[in-house]
Structures are given as structure tokens and as C-alpha cells.
Nanobody, 127 residues
Framework: QEQLVESGGGLVQPGGSLRLSCSASGFFLSEYAIGWFRQVPGKERDGLSCMAAGTVRSYYADDVKGRFTFPRDNAQNTIYLQLNNVKPGDTGVYYC????????????????????WGQGTQVTVSE
């Protein structure tokens, strides 16, 4: 069974850092483009980042560019989202999603191009 599982969420103060993990089973993350999304109540998931297979090149949404990075550990079949200098607006449920193919879709920010999702992990940025 192909699954994604996110972890690492929690409460973090503004300006702090957090690292989220997305682990896969049943398939190799290295063979697919993977996206990170954030959802707040009442809204659709917003695309934060996408990394194509076989590359370290990543796309980032403007409001996280320079603050978030997208490390990958192929040996552990895990990808990460490193959140730095977090802001209250970063609060939400974070999801990783597997794209249909190896390249980031166009537009990569649209959740419709991802066919597998984890259960999400809550990140709360507050004093």
C-alpha cells in the first residue's frame, strides 16, 4: 500500500524553527515530484514548495521563499520541510503530496495534480 506520513509538527514561537518529515511506504519518493502544502480552516490547501524527482531544485511560494527549505533523504525514503524564522501566518496543517509524475506539475501550487496525501501535521506559531 502506498502511503505518506507526515510528522514533526507542534507549537513554535515566532522566529523559531521546526522540521517536518514526510515518510513514504510502498513507493520511492525519489521517483516522484513531491509537494508541501498548508491548509487553514475554511480554505483549500496552499502550495508551499515542490521538488521534482532526481533533483534538488525546488519551487517555493513567495511567502516562504528564503525561510523554508526542502531537504531530501533518499536512503530513508523521507523528505523534510525545514521551517525557519516562522511567522504566525505559517500556522496550519501541513501536508506532503505525491505528484502524478516525476516533474513538478504546472501549476505546482494546485493540489489537483497530486494523487497521494498524508494525514497532515499541525504547526502552530504563537508566543
Amino acid at each position: 500500500q502506498e502511503q505518506l506520513v507526515e510528522s514533526g509538527g507542534g507549537l513554535v514561537q515566532p522566529g523559531g524553527s521546526l522540521r517536518l518529515s514526510c515518510s513514504a511506504s510502498g513507493f520511492f519518493l525519489s521517483e516522484y515530484a513531491i509537494g508541501w502544502f498548508r491548509q487553514v480552516p475554511g480554505k483549500e490547501r496552499d502550495g508551499l514548495s515542490c521538488m521534482a524527482a532526481g533533483t534538488v531544485r525546488s519551487y517555493y511560494a513567495d511567502d516562504v521563499k528564503g525561510r523554508f527549505t526542502f531537504p531530501r533523504d533518499n536512503a530513508q525514503n523521507t523528505i523534510y520541510l525545514q521551517l525557519n524564522n516562522v511567522k504566525p501566518g505559517d500556522t496550519g496543517v501541513y501536508y506532503c503530496g505525491r505528484a502524478y509524475g516525476s516533474g513538478c506539475p504546472a501549476p505546482w501550487q494546485s493540489q489537483r495534480w497530486y494523487d497521494h496525501w498524508g494525514q497532515g501535521t499541525q504547526v502552530t506559531v504563537s508566543e
